[in-house]
């Protein structure tokens, strides 16, 4: 006989919820910060690398979300967003500019 399942939240596990790893529990939204800025559109693709790779090894190592808007500025820039700890944004920040300087 199988435990019933615990709800989820709306963002996945809540930080409350002793079963679910550390690596998987939220942070409260007190804790969760935002950062957006601007990147040249022409190396989004190359930033991302095959299929978002590289986008996504940033979120995994720094433990940070990251979003790159589609839309295309005046300037041909497009939003990147960050959002964790002060941190996890200092760190994905870093790592994708060091990434933009390799291109």
């Known amino acids: 006989i ?9 963002l996945g596990d809540s930080p409350e919820s002793y079963d ?4 998987k529990r939220r942070r409260s939204f007190s804790e969760e910060k935002w950062e957006t800025f601007l990147i040249p559109h022409g190396i989004v693709n190359k930033l991302g690398g095959s299929n978002g790779d590289r986008i996504k090894k940033i979120q995994e190592t720094c433990r940070a979300f990251i979003h790159i808007s589609g839309d295309v500025d005046s300037n041909c820039r497009r939003k990147v967003q960050l959002s964790g700890s002060k ?3 200092e760190e994905a920040k870093l790592r994708i500019y060091q990434y933009m300087q390799e291109l």
């Open 20 to 23: 679910a790893p550390e690596s």
């Open 87 to 89: 941190s996890e944004i």
């Open 2 to 10: 199988q435990a019933p399942k615990r709800p989820r939240g709306l």
